[in-house]
């Protein structure tokens, strides 16, 4: 098959590398990884940018071939290349992703790291630790925590039924059905009931941040092609968050941990709006390799 050749794999790879536009939040997606994954997916084996170049490719038919030259089509056209494999990678784990949520993206490793950093020590004081993870999307964030921390009772709740249902194919495509669940809910809401009231010991959220102005001007990969509802934070780009804010100290149990992801720039007022609700402590951040703050963790006061 001419794919297979190494003249014409690498004219490919020259003419991805001109066409296509490989944005930042996305680093592991390179010309390569991108043909590697595509290539992949003709040959009915979906897997993430990330274990596509550790993933030998078969040789296609022709029929894959022409399947091939579909997909690199539409990639071309901007669609999303987590949309076309069906596979993205995060925390190590392949999780199904498609335009129903947000991919997952790198950067919430931050948000998944600390998150896991406090679970832990929080399994060394409780035997089944409770984890609520709002706007879960695929669930990748609290799938994740479920999965590298198997004690644990993970609940992931999203607004939107398509994430949710994605989540739900998550979780049983990471055999996590047993200590994992997805319920439609507004923020908190699906949870807001006397039996899960201080019942939470970590309370994870990838809310919304961007401005309403803002989602407008990003790359028309996102804006056009990944759910608005994912992005939008309202006119200054912080209402989820404040909202959770509001609503996390009534579901977490005393000395429980919020930990949240924001936008670049959002770290110094999200910590003072944090101060001033008088609910929590020991608020520490996490910052990106640019010295930014990402991530803050607040603990609920005893």
């Known amino acids: 098959m001419y794919l297979l050749e190494p003249s014409p794999y690498a004219r490919v790879m020259e003419d991805l590398s001109t066409t296509l536009h490989f944005l930042s939040d996305k680093p592991e997606e390179t010309p390569e990884s991108t043909l590697r994954a595509l290539w992949l997916k003709a040959a009915g084996t979906p ?47 392949e999780f199904c992703t498609d335009s129903r949520a947000l991919l997952p993206r790198k950067e919430t490793e931050l948000l998944a790291t600390k998150a896991l950093e406090l679970l832990q020590f929080l399994a060394g004081q409780y035997s089944r630790p409770k984890v609520l993870d709002l706007c879960c999307g695929s669930g990748n964030v609290g799938l994740s925590l479920a999965a590298h921390q198997s004690s644990c009772r993970v609940y992931c709740g999203d607004l939107s039924p398509e994430a949710v249902e994605l989540c739900r194919e998550n979780i049983v495509q990471l055999g996590l059905s047993e200590r994992a669940e997805a319920r439609v809910s507004d923020l908190g809401a699906a949870w807001d009931l ?109």
């Open 194 to 302: 006397p039996e899960y009231h201080n019942s939470f010991h970590l309370l994870t959220c990838n809310p919304p941040y961007i401005t309403s102005s803002g989602v407008d001007r990003m790359d028309a990969e996102i804006a056009h092609k990944e759910p608005r509802l994912a992005f939008d934070g309202g006119m200054l780009g912080i209402n989820i968050m404040k909202k959770l804010l509001h609503e996390a100290p009534r579901l977490l149990v005393p000395k429980g941990w919020l930990v949240f992801e924001l936008g670049a720039g959002q770290g110094p007022f999200m910590q003072q709006l944090i101060d001033k609700t008088g609910h929590y402590h020991n608020t520490q951040s996490v910052c990106d390799a640019a010295g930014t703050i990402r991530v803050l963790a607040t603990q609920k006061k005893a």
């Open 47 to 93: 897997v993430s940018a990330e274990k596509a170049m550790q993933t030998p490719l078969p040789q296609l038919t022709a029929q894959q071939e022409l399947f091939l030259q579909q997909l690199i089509n539409q990639r071309k056209q901007g669609v999303p290349l987590g949309h076309l494999s069906g596979r993205q990678s995060f925390m190590g784990l």
